[in-house]
């Protein structure tokens, strides 16, 4: 059974900050990574996936994938308080989620 | 924008109960899928579809829970009899086959088991 880590939080950063958002992973033939940000109530959405080793960037976001390590990394940049937000990190195939971060941007 | 369709989007009901939900995933997209999320946990997959074939139902409780997509476009998820533990969010997801980067959710519906 895969299994998908992450520190539940929450993790509290100022406006303006960078907030670094982790996820470890225990299959190691896994190729693709998946993260989600889900709002409070709401269902989540798909924001970056990742197949390759390095950086991965789109706009504010940029994932980063350590296949060597296990991990992969979710960076947002000058972060608002509107990425207040669960984080969910994935691996397919059947989309084994994580736990989830709760990431709480102050102003 | 297309989205996929949940109903209803909270329900309630008492233990040993039957319940179902209904799916209507973005036209086109031949997969399904339907998680259960637990409050405070990640979703968990329970059934997927492509087209009306199942592809994996190896985490759906079969002694109470089905699923059908009869003709491979919507689709409804029961549960017979409901137990506490069953309260949850039941999330709908399509995307195109096979292409997970395409997958949007629905709204979820939200059960609370009395």
């Known amino acids: 059974q895969k299994e998908v880590e992450q520190n539940s939080g929450p993790l509290s950063v100022p406006e303006g900050a960078i907030a670094s958002l982790n996820c470890t992973y225990s299959?190691?033939?896994?190729?693709?990574f998946f993260w989600y940000r889900q709002y409070s109530g709401k269902s989540p959405e798909l924001i970056m996936f990742?197949?390759?080793?390095g950086d991965k960037e789109d706009g504010r976001f940029t994932a980063q994938l350590n296949k060597a390590s296990q991990y992969v990394s979710l960076l947002i940049r000058d972060s608002q308080p509107s990425d207040s937000a669960t984080y969910l990190c994935a691996v397919p195939d059947k989309l084994i989620f994580g736990t989830g971060t709760r990431l709480q941007v102050f102003p | 924008e297309a989205e996929v369709a949940q109903s209803p989007r909270y329900k309630i009901t008492e233990k040993s109960q039957a319940v179902a939900f209904w799916c209507d995933p973005i036209?086109?997209?031949?997969?399904l899928y339907w998680y259960r999320q637990i409050l405070g946990q990640g979703p968990e997959l329970l059934v997927q579809?492509?087209?009306?074939?199942?592809?994996?139902d190896s985490q759906l409780p079969k002694d109470r829970f089905s699923a059908e997509r009869l003709k491979g476009v919507d689709s409804t998820l029961k549960i017979q009899p409901a137990e506490l533990g069953d309260s949850a969010m039941y999330l709908c997801a399509s995307s195109l086959a096979g292409a997970l980067e395409t997958q949007y959710f629905g709204p979820g519906t939200r059960l609370l088991v009395l």
């Open positions: 299959d190691r033939g896994s190729q693709s």
């Open positions: 036209s086109g997209h031949a997969t």
């Open positions: 579809f492509q087209d009306e074939s199942v592809v994996d």
């Open positions: 990742i197949y390759s080793n």
